[in-house]
T-cell receptor, first 114, second 116 residues
């Protein structure tokens, strides 16, 4: 079945460690790619998005993601995490082959130890 | 800009009753609104897409007679869970976009429904 897959369910890091969260999708055709963050008790916020152009996109709070079309991947990275980055992270894909709906990955919980 | 609100934020109801959840775009007109359901520690699952003035499009497996969606204006969509049962307990999240689903979706804070 076509899907969006996030490799890690729960990631635990110490402050200043580097972060990479994996996201793979299986939709063909044109896709838009998103990373959302959900801080405890808060609503979903957009971190960054890729529509076209430079496959390396920069988002808010020092996050970036790289679209690798050949690998159907859109991994999220941050060179040095902070305690305040503790949150749930969701990758989402909008495939025009799927009617333009947003399909979410299962989420990755990030816990950053101070 | 692009703020979406939901009301109520939390609701507890008895089994068999109906519950209405409102989703409002506060500072923009939302041609399209989306309703999602999120189970604990799981992803958001799209329930339905609604366009202002027309019937909602439900995802496979979502009962349209149980989850009634109305998008009466460009700033308001409502989700009514009819004859709620404990298995309907969940976190319901709406989002709104300014275009025909081509644009970014802005998410509401969610509504926690608990059915006793």
């Amino acid at each position: 079945a076509q899907s969006v897959s996030q490799h890690n369910h729960h990631v635990i890091l110490s402050e200043a460690a580097s972060l990479e969260l994996g996201c793979n999708y299986s939709y063909g055709g044109t896709v838009n790619l998103f990373w959302y963050v959900q801080y405890p008790g808060q609503h979903l916020q957009l971190l960054l998005k890729y529509f076209s152009g430079d496959p390396l996109v920069k988002g808010i709070k020092g996050f970036e993601a790289e679209f690798i079309k050949s690998k159907f991947s859109f991994n999220l990275r941050k060179p040095s995490v902070q305690w305040s980055d503790t949150a749930e992270y969701f990758c989402a894909v909008r495939s025009y082959n799927q009617g333009g709906k947003l399909i979410f990955g299962q989420g990755t919980e990030l816990s950053v130890k101070p | 800009g692009a703020v979406v609100s939901q009301h109520p934020s939390r609701v507890i109801c008895k089994s068999g009753t109906s519950v209405k959840i409102e989703c409002r775009s506060l500072d923009f007109q939302a041609t399209t609104m989306f309703w999602y359901r999120q189970f604990p520690k799981q992803s958001l699952m799209l329930m339905a897409t609604s366009n202002e003035g027309s019937k909602a499009t439900y995802e496979q497996g979502v009962e349209k007679d149980k989850f009634l969606i109305n998008h009466a204006s460009l700033t308001l969509s409502t989700l009514t869970v009819t004859s709620a049962h404990p298995e309907d307990s969940s976190f319901y999240i709406c989002s709104a976009s300014k275009g025909e689903g081509q644009n970014e979706q802005f998410f509401g804070p969610g509504t926690r429904l608990t059915v006793l």
